[in-house]
């Protein structure tokens, strides 16, 4: 029989990771974990070890894992029909979910193109936009704006709209230009302003670049009210309203990026809702079925729709389409979900476990190399700083957060970091109590790091 080093040493041989640095695992220090299998918010590994999924498997887990009416809604629409392809063909679960997210989402909201990943949600966005204003006579509509710091995906048009170095620095000859406007980071303000005392002077910049240069931009695409990958940095719902109003004004579509904040993440099942705002498209993915298996979705308008609506010799179709593109397992999973998430009132749900959250996390105001706290509906994050007062950072090389990570990991919990930044986006069926173990882990494992001599 296979043991567990042996299968860990033919995972290096054979297996490359994402955003990994393999050179790490060189030595007995650290190596991937084994995880065997998952119940609620656990995982366990081969050694039989359990841990809190503290980051929802890199977003995606909302439901707990290995959820009974889940693993057989999948096996039954497996029995059923796999896959079929959707050009010319459909099935009942790709319709059911459509008509369940535009019932979701509500007015404006109308027609729903599927794709494999946030990534592919994103491509389709871009594409979709730009070929709208294109089939509109205005062709010269092409610049896409962004905020500095942002995350789109790893594909290169969703890098090209991204704005993390470490994701797209090598491949900028390869990707096309866009425009940039500064991240409302409310705890290193771009506009010089103090937290939470401000008028939102970092949108005058959007202001100065829509003036000079709407008739050239097709849309501003945008990660709604949390820049996750950037370290899960908030900023004010007030910021979207008037970025709405902004767009409407110079006759530019907004693109909200939804795909790590959609279906209750940040407290609603749409982070938009905070903003009492509709976007023009907005992407779904990750949380869309629960974390089971991979599927997205590009949401849109009749004025949009419509736009490429014509005779086929107008060739105006959307010639965009991917093998997988609306797989029916992965439909039916979807739908399966949102019916869980109505009938168990998931979201609604939400507000007493956020408060409690909430507060858990003012405790870390105690530890001395704490920065910044961050909160929003199920999605809390902690700056790590080396000098709280001039909020110097800890170096790149220092990996502070991996290190916190590693303390985590013996205490029983999956606190995977941003850089500096821990971050709790654990799956929303997590209970108060675990909500205080998952946190009160956190705080040691951050307390060892950082001051290892209390
Ligand atoms: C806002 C946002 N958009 C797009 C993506 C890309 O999604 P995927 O990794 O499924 O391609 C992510 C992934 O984290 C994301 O956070």
Not at 34 to 58: K, P, T
Not at 186 to 211: D, H, M, S, T, W
Request: proline share 5%; net charge negative.
């Amino acid at each position: 029989m296979t043991t567990k080093d042996e299968w860990i040493a033919k995972d290096l041989k054979y297996v490359w990771h994402p955003d990994t640095q393999h050179k790490q695992y060189e030595g007995e220090n650290f190596k991937p974990i084994l995880i065997e299998r998952g119940d609620g918010i656990y995982v366990y590994d081969a050694e039989g070890n359990q841990y809190i999924d503290g980051v929802s498997s890199w977003w995606v887990n909302t439901l707990g894992h290995s959820v009974p009416r889940l693993n057989k809604i999948l096996y039954e629409q497996a029995n059923k029909i796999e896959h079929i392809l959707l050009a010319d063909f459909t099935h009942r679960p790709a319709i059911e979910l459509a008509e369940r997210l535009v019932k979701l989402a509500g007015e404006p909201f109308a027609k729903v193109f599927y794709s494999d990943d946030g990534s592919t949600a994103v491509e389709v966005a871009i594409k979709m936009a730009y070929q709208y204003w294109y089939q509109k006579g205005q062709p010269q509509k092409r610049y896409f704006v962004s905020m500095t710091d942002s995350y789109h995906g790893d594909t290169l048009g969703s890098v090209s709209v991204g704005g993390i170095d470490i994701y797209k620095k090598i491949f900028q000859p390869l990707v096309f230009n866009t425009l940039k406007v500064s991240a409302p980071y409310c705890y290193r303000c771009p506009a010089g302003c103090q937290q939470g005392k401000c008028n939102i002077e970092c949108l005058k910049e959007v202001v100065k670049l829509f003036k000079e240069h709407h008739n050239e931009i097709a849309a501003m695409i945008v990660e709604p009210l949390v820049q996750g990958a950037a370290g899960m940095r908030i900023y004010p719902a007030e910021y979207l309203n008037r970025l709405r109003i902004l767009c409407d004004e110079y006759d530019i579509l907004l693109i909200d990026d939804e795909v790590a904040m959609a279906f209750g993440r940040t407290g609603k099942y749409f982070a938009f809702e905070h903003a009492g705002i509709k976007p023009d498209i907005f992407c779904v993915a990750k949380g869309i079925t629960a974390g089971y298996v991979p599927l997205a979705a590009t949401i849109t308008t009749d004025k949009i729709y419509n736009a490429f609506y014509d005779d086929f010799d107008k060739v105006k179709t959307f010639y965009h389409g991917h093998s997988f593109t609306g797989n029916p397992i992965a439909c039916a999973v979807a739908v399966e979900t949102l019916k869980i998430m109505q009938e168990a009132k998931i979201v609604e749900n939400l507000p007493l476990k956020a408060e409690i959250f909430k507060k858990n996390l003012q405790k870390f105001k105690n530890l001395k190399h704490v920065g910044d706290i961050r909160h929003i509906g199920m999605i809390g994050a902690i700056e790590l700083v080396k000098d709280r007062e001039t909020k110097e950072p800890y170096p790149f090389e220092e990996r502070i957060g991996h290190k916190v990570f590693l303390e985590a990991l013996k205490m029983g919990a999956i606190l995977r970091p941003i850089g500096n930044v821990i971050y709790f986006m654990p799956p929303l069926i997590i209970t108060e109590a675990q909500i205080e173990m998952l946190t009160q882990i956190a705080y040691y494992a951050i307390q060892t790091v950082t001051e290892p001599n209390t």
